[in-house]
């Protein structure tokens, strides 16, 4: 028995479980699953040159409340772009995303930033279930991460626990990593 977030769960023993939370290479272990790497900078904006929202904004892109002073906002999405280091023009195109989402014009003047990388499929939606045998997945979030990532764990600890699932059937098989190889056997 383990508590999370004031909740309890019980785990049946799972024994040679391995559950794939990562970007990468771990989606060459799902069948023909066509992953593409995309390139995301994110740009920290100071509290201080704007009103920042209280809540996560997402529209177009997202601006998350101010920690330590600064907010995050982003992000770009830069299909197949290999470059890790920075550049003004993500920059420019977050703080114009900024002022779209949040409607106002913001002159950010210095910021900081960082890139990172994430996976995506395809279809555009998060891969969540079994793989094969014990082998278990929740990866290619992509651009959608902070929306999709509680609910596929839930899911997924669903499935493993065999509970009612969080969500409807045909979403569940619409996230479920054989969705590939169904695809490919189709034609």
Known sequence: MRTFYGKEFSFREHPGLVILATAGDSLKKVPHARLRRVRGQLTYVPEDHFEPPHVVVLRGGMVLPPVD??????????????DPSPRAESDAGNLERLSRILDEKIEAGAVENRVAFRTVVPDRLPIAGRIEGDAWGL???????????????????????????PLEGKLADALAPARFARRAARG
Request: glycine fraction near 12%.
């Open 139 to 165: 990866l290619a979030l992509g651009s959608r991460g902070l929306i999709w990532s509680a609910l596929c764990a839930e899911l997924v600890a669903s499935q493993l626990e065999g509970e009612p699932l």
């Open 69 to 82: 002073g600064r907010c995050v906002v982003g992000a770009s999405f830069d299909i197949d772009d290999e």
